[in-house]
């Protein structure tokens, strides 16, 4: 059987008495889209800050295992170094760079993928000057892909929100990762732009090789998307499955809805 | 607003500059006759001459509203646009370069010589815009660095007899080296923070260098310091001038084309993306601490080379040369011309250097200008003189389909 892609055994965070998140156990397969759900304050974002090396968790492991590549830890990892290894991310809160253009930004992602120094920025040998065009055409490519290539060289700042939102995904997708983390993807967006999004999402598992994890408190989207569900609740995992076992699940349910009260 | 409620507040604001000035503009005290002279005509020439700024000030802060209103994304700068217009760079750029290279040869030395350290505070300013307008550290000891190049040409010419054109490039290196010493251990700090121990680490340079006699000389500081040579020639007084002027020039140029080059490379915008979102920025990659180190040890490169030309200029140095004020004008030069924008950056250079100069005039009210003036570019124009524009990259279908054919 084929090594799951992220393992991720008994993460616990502790932020001083609190216990934001509790032995949470999560595996995901390749080409899989797994959702990740649950109430607000939940630990959900937590989770993802523990997996990305924003946070350190107390305890418990972050196992990766990259397409053609072996298991690796990625204990005590700074973020940059996590997304090196293939691990992207966007952000609950659009956090894009305002004071650059479109372009800009996805190049950024192409950071991490580039080798010039400061010395070849200086001295633009040949080397430097190709591999700048081509971060700018692979950036432009992924542009194109994401329905964005007519903002090209406009400020990040002045799209619309939904544009904003879509970049952030466009800007990790240019770190070529092989998972992508989204973060409440489609929260604050209208209909048309959340089934723009749908689309969007299974177009990168079948032509990128990405897969993906998402927290999104769009049940629509979640349960039309998701291979797979997890649920967490207080920090706490409490189930797992498919859209129709989660639909159906007591525990679920009672987490999201409050418990019947005896004498009702 | 109606134009009753203007003139409402600036009667109001009129009346209290009166109180206020009150007692320098209109008590004077007669010492020798022992007698204290009311002269209340100032008393009304402060009331009419507030009444008329005000009402000016409104104005243009109700016009200034009404134009962001109007035309939200496309107000790029006057000078971009010349210089994104084909038809104007050149004759542009060209009545530039004639105006500079005249310069020393149609105004007289003193010109000349205030032209020298404008354009050497052009270098620190671009050096700085790296570090602050760039990499959004607030460096309040940058100074450290303009003092480490003067000394340091100071001290290995007295020393060694080296020459200006052997130490510029050492003190470069030299200047790296103490931005990444300095940098590494207050780097972890960020903001407020940052600033306060940066200002600290600029202050102990000074301070060490005003009191370590044997190596620095003290506050007595460090006479007879050559000018550069031409291949061993010596020039005259005017002369060595004029030639110091075109090296100025030359490192000028120069750090124009670095630093632009070095703006829109990897390194560059690792630096504006940090700037703007430092989480983000990690999340996509880049090392925040080696991002950080890099901006500082090259803002500090460029102001020890800006050292060297200052020690070279002034034949005398003293620790007096490098305090606290020196590392706020600078931030001036590059808050006012316009944070990371390097056009904006030599603008303000040489409006906040020059214009002092040439207010000595009024030299009683000089400070007051220039003050005044400050607070007016900040309210009018908070981007700075010019604001930074990003680069703009062109596609069409064909050149990509080269692209592709040269890359399969």
Known sequence: MNKPILNVKNLTMNFGGLKALDDVTIRLEKGQIAALIGP??????????????????????????????NT????????????????ARTFQNIRLFHGMTVLENVLIGRHCRLSSGI?????????????????????????????????????????PYGAQRRLEIARALATDPFLLLLDEPAAGMNPQETKELDDLILWLRDNEDVSILLIEHDMKLVMSLSDWIHVVDYGKKIAEGTAADIKANPEVIKAYLGEESEDA | MPIKNHIKQSLIIAFWFMILTF???????????QTIDFRWANFLWVGIFTFFASMIWNYFLRRNEEQKKTDIADDIPLVHRLLQNDRFRRPFLGLLAAFFIAYPFVFP???????????????????????????????????????????????????????????LPMSALLG????????????????????????????????????????????RGISDIPAPTFFGHHFGQHDAMIYMYFIVIALVLMTIF?????????????????????????????????????????GATWAAMGGVVFAAKTSFINPMSFTIWESITILCVVVIG?????????????????????????????????????????????????????????FNVQEKAIHEQTHT
């Open chain 1, 40 to 69: 607000n304050g939940a630990g959900k974002t937590t989770f993802f800050n523990c997996i990305t090396g924003i946070y350190e968790p107390t305890t418990g492991e972050v196992l990766i295992t990259p397409p053609g590549k």
């Open chain 1, 72 to 87: 690796q830890s990625l204990r005590r990892l700074k973020p940059n170094y996590v997304t090196e290894r293939g691990i």
């Open chain 1, 119 to 159: 010395i070849k920025a200086m001295l633009q040998p040949p080397s430097q000057k190709n591999e700048e065009k081509q971060a700018v055409f692979d950036s432009y490519e992924i542009l194109e892909k994401i329905g964005l290539a007519k903002y090209v060289n406009d400020m990040a700042v002045n799209l």
């Open chain 2, 23 to 33: 007692p320098i503009m209109v008590i004077k005290v007669n010492a020798i006759q």
């Open chain 2, 109 to 167: 030395m003193y010109h000349t010589s205030i032209m020298i350290s404008a354009l050497v505070y052009v270098m620190l300013g671009l050096g700085l815009n790296i570090v602050v307008g760039l990499a959004g550290l607030l460096d309040l000891g940058y100074v450290a660095f303009y003092a480490v190049g003067a000394y340091a040409y100071a001290l290995l010419n007295l020393h060694f007899g080296l020459s200006f054109w052997v130490v």
């Open chain 2, 176 to 219: 790296t080296l103490f931005g990444v010493l300095l940098g590494y251990p207050v780097l972890r700090l960020r903001g407020d923070y940052l600033a306060i121990v940066t200002l600290g680490f600029g202050e102990i340079i000074r301070i060490v260098l005003e009191n370590w006699d044997d190596f620095s000389n003290g506050p």
């Open chain 2, 258 to 298: 670095f630093v632009n080059r070095l703006e829109n490379s990897k390194i560059g915008r690792a630096w504006i993306a940090l700037r703007d979102d430092e989480i983000a920025c990690q999340a996509m990659g880049i090392d925040k601490f080696k991002t950080k180190l890099t901006a500082f040890a090259l």
């Open chain 2, 338 to 394: 316009g944070m990371g924008s390097a056009i904006g950056v030599i603008a303000g250079a040489l409006v906040l250097i020059l214009l002092p100069e040439y207010l000595r005039a009024v030299a009683e009210y000089r400070m007051l200008v220039f003050g005044a003036l400050q607070v007016i570019v900040m309210v009018f124009k908070p981007d700075g003189l010019i604001k930074s524009v990003r680069k703009v990259y062109t």
